[in-house]
């Protein structure tokens, strides 16, 4: 069974360049996430999506992130314009469901951005 | 709200020595708790996870840990270490009916030397 997919996995951009993550979850995975992860941190998440609605963005900083998950199954993340505190991992994780039985999250590998 | 406090950024033993990583977290309601293991350019690999029930949890590659509400803690135990458990490990905690939101420490940088 293939994980979660991500790419690309290294980015680098020149700062107020824009720039999209893109994020294939596990099959029949419900539930998607997009974690930020900075360096010599824990990943904090930005978004969560059940199927296609985003039903926790309070994290995203909608004045330039949006995320999209049009059919319910992959997932773009984009930041325009990017600054220099954008630099990071960008992680992708995907999870059955959010009830005990189902919460496992299962990450990608992860999409490194390095802003100049 | 809710948080972790993971005690020892970095910690370093010999192989074959016992590995203790520490792991506290604060939380209004009863928690769900996780441990992941990071690899170098990977992603997140759950090792373990306490739901409920049994306060002793034990998961992949010889890992447990033990939930003590008492203490509001959820340390991660190995009994012998090898060398390919040099990573870095992540205490996180999800709230009950919260969506399954992580919330996660800062992380723990494991070093095993021969």
């Known amino acids: 069974e293939a994980g979660v997919v991500q790419s690309p996995r290294y980015k680098i951009i020149e700062k107020k360049q824009p720039v999209a993550f893109w994020c294939n979850p596990i099959?029949?995975?419900?539930?998607l996430y997009w974690y930020r992860q900075n360096l010599g941190q824990g990943p904090e998440l930005l978004i969560r999506?059940?199927?296609?609605?985003?039903?926790?963005d309070s994290q995203l900083p909608k004045d330039r992130f949006s995320a999209e998950r049009l059919k319910g199954v992959d997932s773009t993340l984009k930041i325009q314009p990017a600054e220099l505190g954008d630099s990071a991992v960008y992680l992708c994780?995907?999870?059955?469901?959010?009830?005990?039985?189902?919460?496992?999250?299962?990450f990608g590998p992860g999409t490194r951005l390095t802003v100049l | 709200a809710q948080s972790v406090t993971q005690l020892g950024s970095h910690v370093s033993v010999s192989e074959g020595a016992l590995v203790l990583l520490r792991c506290n977290y604060s939380?209004?309601?009863?928690?769900?708790l996780f441990w992941y293991v990071q690899y170098p350019n990977q992603g997140l690999q759950l090792l373990l996870k306490y739901t409920t029930g049994a306060t002793l949890v034990k998961g992949i590659n010889g890992f447990e840990a033990e939930f003590k509400k008492s203490e509001t803690s959820f340390h991660l135990t190995k009994p012998s270490a090898h060398m390919s458990d040099a990573a870095e490990y992540f205490c996180a905690v999800s709230s009950r009916g919260g969506g399954n939101k992580l919330t996660f420490g800062t992380g723990t940088q494991l070093k095993v030397e021969l």
């Open positions: 999506y059940e199927n296609e609605e985003a039903v926790d």
């Open positions: 939380s209004s309601v009863p928690p769900y």
């Open positions: 099959s029949g995975h419900n539930t």
């Open positions: 994780a995907s999870s059955l469901g959010t009830s005990g039985l189902y919460n496992e999250q299962f």
